[in-house]
């Protein structure tokens, strides 16, 4: 070691050069920082700051690597970042509705750890702790709605979503009522409500629905118009009055045959003759066969009673009677549908023909009815035992939702098969064209039907409370059902029929027989309540499907192509042929036989004759 008095002499300042050079040096302990001076020729220590911290030297900030001695003053400042909270609100273009976020950020305190002696070093400070802030308050959140205006619709469980979240994710807290639309001026056709139109497109007249034909006298009311009703105002979440949207209004004119009383309210016929309207004139025209092809010309043909058709039903026309249709040309790309009989002495080529008030489609619907009624009773039995069942009356789901817990599950899992048969059972009768669901079943019964779906599909099994609310459904279910069924039963025995010369790519549904005259029927579906004959000799049905009540007689079934052909009959009807191919499906009851290969042969058949 150089003593003092070393230093102040000569040969004590050749000692001090000539001793072991040291490195000064710094370190961290308990927030401050410490140096040693070099000895020597050594280099002086160094600081840098690093993340999250200051550092000052001698009351100046250093950015970058600093020489520090022992003299120096070093103040070390860690980071510190104040908890915070941001409160959005925002109204949508409408005014409707509001939307609240709160997005709550946390603050973070940093602290220098302890670090060893070094030279140089880079003092960091790491964090220590994070603080949320507190919430906002119910005030603090009515004021930021306030200063945008929100007085209406506001939502108090909305904002404590809100203010719980704290994530900055939108919820609705106030929303407006919006305005009801009022009701459109329409034109109310009075003979028996027949063309009844409806108030939301009172202003369009389809260019080929010109009215179903009925007969009127003088004097009969036919058509009235209705005026518009305004709406009701609504109210955004400013509170200001929202107005309605001004309902249409239009104007009952009188054409031919008709006048208009009661302030020009009402369209009364004065003379005799069909009632008919377009846009909003009404007009009466006398009752005739027509005499020409139905088409854009005649518009589509709507009658209570029988429709004779001198000409051709050209595409895309419909021609709908209560009683007989008699076509003397062909039927082409159309719809045919009657309540009696339907002749069409030529063709249909891609034509719906629908003969009977009910149609034949309805055979399937009332037997599958009935079979889902008795599937339904079969689920409530297996309810009412899971029901006694203490094990599952305790379950938390039970207390929670109620015994309809039990039913649904049942639906949902061990009978799911009769779920699924609902569901086509559903779709089956909704898709019946031309709303017939209701028009052939009753309007009672489709409402329950929409019902029962939710209860067997959805979640309306869990509205049950009681075992005695089950049994109610069910038993109503069984008699809907066999009402239903009856009544199929009884519309079933009108026994109207289809005639046609030919048919192609066109669907024939009759509830009687259905018989084609000429040559037979090229991929064609037919539908039929009694039998199916095609009366030539040598007939054919080739590709497409026959579902007979009665018995089938056809000659030729199928293709040398292999045409894909399905017959189907009840057991004890018989399906009769001389010639079948290969791609034909026949079924007689439950038994079903497929062909292969051909059989019967059409020339020796022919040297036979």
Do not use: W
Request: charged share 30%; hydrophobic share 35%; glycine share 10%.
């Amino acid at each position: 070691m150089v003593s003092k008095e070393d230093l102040d002499s000569k040969d004590g300042l050749e000692n001090l050069e000539n001793a072991p050079a040291r490195n000064g040096t710094v370190r961290v302990e308990k927030g401050k920082v410490l140096v040693r001076d070099p000895v020597g020729n050594g280099e002086p220590a160094t600081i840098e700051p690093g993340l999250n911290v200051e550092v000052f030297v001698d009351g100046k900030k250093i950015t970058e690597k600093t020489e520090v001695t022992s003299k120096n003053k070093i103040e070390i400042k860690p980071a510190t970042i104040s908890p915070k909270q941001e409160i959005k609100v925002r109204i949508d273009k409408d005014k409707m509705k509001a939307y609240l976020s709160v997005t709550r950020t946390p603050g973070r305190t940093y602290e220098v750890e302890d670090r060893r002696e070094v030279k140089d070093l880079v003092i960091d400070a790491v964090r220590s702790q994070e603080q949320l802030p507190d919430p906002p308050t119910f005030d603090e959140i009515k004021k930021a709605l306030s200063e945008k205006g929100i007085v209406y619709g506001i939502k108090t469980e909305a904002i404590a979503e809100a203010i719980a979240a704290g994530d900055g994710q939108e919820v609705v807290v106030a929303s407006g009522t919006p305005p009801v639309k009022g009701k459109d001026a329409y034109i109310e056709l009075s003979y028996k409500k027949m063309l009844q139109r409806n108030q939301e497109d009172s202003l369009r007249v389809d260019t080929l629905d010109y009215g179903r034909i009925v007969s009127v006298e003088p004097g009969t009311l036919v058509a009235r118009k209705i005026p518009p009703e305004p709406g009701t105002p609504g109210i955004n979440v400013l509170g200001e009055k929202v107005a309605p949207p001004a309902p249409k209004d239009l104007e009952l004119r009188a054409g031919k045959g008709v006048e208009l009383r009661n302030d020009g309210l009402e369209a009364v016929a004065v003379i005799s003759g069909r009632p008919e309207i377009k846009g909003s004139s009404v007009f009466i025209s006398p009752v005739h066969t027509v005499y020409e092809d139905v088409g854009k010309k005649t518009g589509n043909i709507y009658f209570k009673g029988d429709v004779v058709i001198e000409g051709n039903v050209l595409d895309g026309m419909t021609v709908r009677a209560t009683g007989n249709v008699t076509v003397k040309g062909s039927a082409t790309h159309c719809s045919i549908f009657a309540g009696g009989d339907i002749v069409i002495n030529r063709s249909a080529v891609s034509a719906t023909v629908k003969a009977g008030n009910k149609g034949v489609q309805l055979h399937s619907v009332k037997d599958k009815l009935l079979s889902l009624s008795t599937d339904v009773e079969r689920v409530v039995d297996a309810f009412y035992i899971l029901a006694k069942n203490p094990n599952f009356t305790g379950r938390a789901e039970v207390k929670k939702y109620g015994i309809g817990v039990g039913l649904k599950l049942l639906f949902d899992t061990k009978y799911l098969g009769v779920q699924e048969k609902f569901k086509k059972l559903y779709k089956e009768i909704m898709e019946m064209d031309d709303n017939a669901a209701e028009r052939h079943l009753g309007k009672e019964f489709v409402l329950f039907l929409n019902r029962a779906k939710e209860i067997i599909t959805g979640r309306g099994a869990l509205e049950f409370k009681s075992v005695e609310r089950v049994k109610d459904f069910v038993s109503e279910f069984k008699e809907i059902a066999s009402d239903a069924a009856a009544d199929i039963e009884r519309s079933l025995k009108q026994n109207s029929s289809i005639t046609v010369g030919y048919a192609q790519h066109s669907t024939l549904e009759a509830v009687g027989d259905v018989i084609i005259t000429g040559r037979g029927a090229y991929n064609t579906q037919i539908f039929a309540g009694g039998n199916v004959v095609v009366k030539n000799p040598k007939g054919f049905f080739r590709g497409g499907e026959i579902v007979a009540e009665g018995s089938v007689e056809i000659y030729e079934l199928g293709s040398e192509g292999g045409a894909i052909t399905t017959v189907s009959v009840p057991a004890g009807q018989d399906i009769k042929y001389t010639v079948v191919h290969s791609g034909v499906k026949l079924k007689v009851g439950t038994t079903i036989k497929k062909f292969e290969m051909k059989i019967g042969d059409l020339e020796a058949q022919e040297r036979k004759r």
